[in-house]
T-cell receptor, first 113, second 115 residues
Framework: GENVEQHPSTLSVQEGDSAVIKCTYS??????FPWYKQELGKGPQLIID?????GEKKDQRIAVTLNKTAKHFSLHITETQPEDSAVYFC????????????FGRGTSLIVHP | NAGVMQNPRHLVRRRGQEARLRCSPM?????VYWYRQLPEEGLKFMVYLQKENIIDESGMPKERFSAEFPKEGPSILRIQQVVRGDSAAYFCASSPLGGSYNEQFFGPGTRLTVL
C-alpha cells in the first residue's frame, strides 16, 4: 500500500519568513495530493491540492509543487503570519481501489510574531 | 450549508463500556469516511461508507469496531467494550463523490477518553 513520509515534524519560523514542508510517497499510482491544515481542537481543513498532471499550483501565499519522477511534493507558505500556526498534513491518493488518501504524520508549524 | 457535524465532541467511557460516535455529512454528500488520530500522529483510515453500504473497511479493527450509514440519519461508529488504547480523536469526513479527486470535508472530531 501507499506510504507517505512528511518532514519536518516541527517547524518554527519568524513572522514574514517562508515555510516549506516536504512529503514523499511510495505508490507511483497516486495521482491526487491534498494538503490539510488542522488548528488545535478542530478537524483538518483542505487548503490546497494538486493533481498529478500538474507540477505546481499557487493560491495567494500558499503553493504546492509536485515531482512525480522523484515521488515527492512540497507545501510552500510565504510571508508567514501567526495565524498560519497549526499542524499541516499532506496526503496521497492512488487511483484505483476505493481512493482512500494516505496521510503523513503532520508538521507542527509555529510562527513567532 | 452546514458543515460536517459530529457528536458528541467529547466522550468519556470506562473500560468495557460502549462508545457511539455520530457523524452527519454535509448536505448532498453520500460518502462518509472515518479516521482515527492518535496524539502527534496522522490520520489513520478506518472505514468508508455510502448510504447503507460499507465500501472499504480495511482500516477497521476486526473486533469490537463497527460502522453503519443508514438510509436515514447519521453515520455511526460503534466501539464495544472499549479499552484504554481506544482513546483517540475520531474524525469523520464526507464527500459528494467518490473517486480519486474527491475533496473530503472533515468534521470537528470526537475525542474519546477511556478511563
Amino acid at each position: 500500500g501507499e506510504n507517505v513520509e512528511q518532514h519536518p515534524s516541527t517547524l518554527s519560523v519568524q513572522e514574514g519568513d517562508s515555510a516549506v514542508i516536504k512529503c514523499t510517497y511510495s505508490d507511483s499510482a497516486s495521482n491526487y495530493f491534498p494538503w490539510y491544515k488542522q488548528e488545535l481542537g478542530k478537524g483538518p481543513q483542505l487548503i490546497i491540492d494538486i493533481r498529478s498532471n500538474v507540477g505546481e499550483k499557487k493560491d495567494q501565499r500558499i503553493a504546492v509543487t509536485l515531482n512525480k519522477t522523484a515521488k515527492h511534493f512540497s507545501l510552500h507558505i510565504t510571508e508567514t503570519q501567526p495565524e498560519d500556526s497549526a499542524v499541516y498534513f499532506c496526503a496521497a491518493t492512488a487511483s484505483g481501489g476505493s481512493y482512500i488518501p494516505t496521510f503523513g504524520r503532520g508538521t507542527s508549524l509555529i510562527v513567532h510574531p | 450549508n452546514a458543515g460536517v457535524m459530529q457528536n458528541p465532541r467529547h466522550l468519556v467511557r470506562r473500560r468495557g463500556q460502549e462508545a457511539r460516535l455520530r457523524c452527519s455529512p454535509m448536505k448532498g454528500h453520500s460518502h462518509v469516511y472515518w479516521y482515527r488520530q492518535l496524539p502527534e500522529e496522522g490520520l489513520k483510515f478506518m472505514v468508508y461508507l455510502q448510504k447503507e453500504n460499507i465500501i472499504d473497511e480495511s482500516g477497521m479493527p476486526k473486533e469490537r469496531f463497527s460502522a453503519e450509514f443508514p438510509k436515514e440519519g447519521p453515520s455511526i461508529l460503534r466501539i464495544q467494550q472499549v479499552v484504554r488504547g481506544d482513546s483517540a480523536a475520531y474524525f469523520c469526513a464526507s464527500s459528494p463523490l467518490g473517486g480519486s479527486y474527491n475533496e473530503q470535508f472533515f468534521g470537528p472530531g470526537t475525542r474519546l477518553t477511556v478511563l
